[in-house]
């Protein structure tokens, strides 16, 4: 008896954890129906579903990562993160994807996705791709088209194009909305006491004020 009082409340406690992550979708699919308005508000999940009957295979084609986009002039990167507020049909599957843009010598700095794991097939060009994971190991190589390279959710990763022409990138995510933090944007940008920067990072107050002018300063007084 005494044997059982241990064994369910362990069996309850694995089902708990078995079934904490998101949900496995209860129909083939659903796209967020606005109703009259046309533009999708970010909580898609207050819109009812589409009657499948009224669907087409235009709901769930997306053109828009075509073309590249214009790269940033101080990074020489472009990216078009592509989730269900922009692309309905990826709404409750799961995944989301993005397109990244570099000219020659651009990068994309260093930054982590919270919320998925990323694999980035290279489309074109050369890429100086990798990332550092939680005990500070660096894994990094040059790939080229057609390699693909994965991301760990939470690890820090970066790519830069080492190629003498533009390159591209297609990177694929296992959540909806796997979110990104830029590290020196949020490191620089968002308004942490200079005097702890540094201390931090032995860098003058001089540095410390351009760095902040880069990336915009938003500190907010509590």
Not at 65 to 86: C, D, H, M, N, Q
Not at 176 to 189: H, L, Y
Request: aromatic share 10%.
């Amino acid at each position: 008896m005494a044997g059982n009082l241990i064994f369910f409340p362990l069996l309850l406690l694995l089902h708990l954890h078995s079934t904490s992550s998101d949900p496995d979708p209860i129909q083939d699919f659903c796209i967020p129906d606005p109703g009259p308005s046309p533009i999708l508000q970010t909580h898609l999940s207050t819109y009812p579903c589409k009657n499948p009957s009224n669907a087409t295979a235009a709901d769930f084609t997306f053109s828009g990562a075509r073309s590249p986009s214009k790269p940033s002039p101080e990074t020489g990167f472009a990216g078009l993160s592509v989730t269900p507020s922009l692309f309905p049909a990826l709404h409750t599957l799961g995944m989301s994807f993005a397109r990244a843009d570099f000219e020659p010598g651009g990068v994309n700095p260093p930054h982590y996705h919270p919320r998925a794991t990323e694999t980035a097939l290279v489309l074109e060009g050369k890429i100086y791709s990798g990332f550092v994971d939680s005990g500070g190991r660096l894994f990094a190589k040059v790939i080229t088209k057609g390699e693909v390279m994965v991301f760990p959710k939470a690890m820090v990763h970066f790519q830069m194009n080492v190629g003498e022409s533009p390159a591209a990138i297609f990177g694929s995510f296992n959540g909806e909305n796997p979110g990104v933090v830029r590290v020196p944007a949020t490191v620089f940008g968002a308004g942490i006491k200079e005097e702890l920067l540094e201390k931090a990072f032995g860098l003058s107050r001089k540095e410390i004020e351009r760095l902040e002018r880069r990336f915009g300063s938003k500190e907010v007084e509590l």
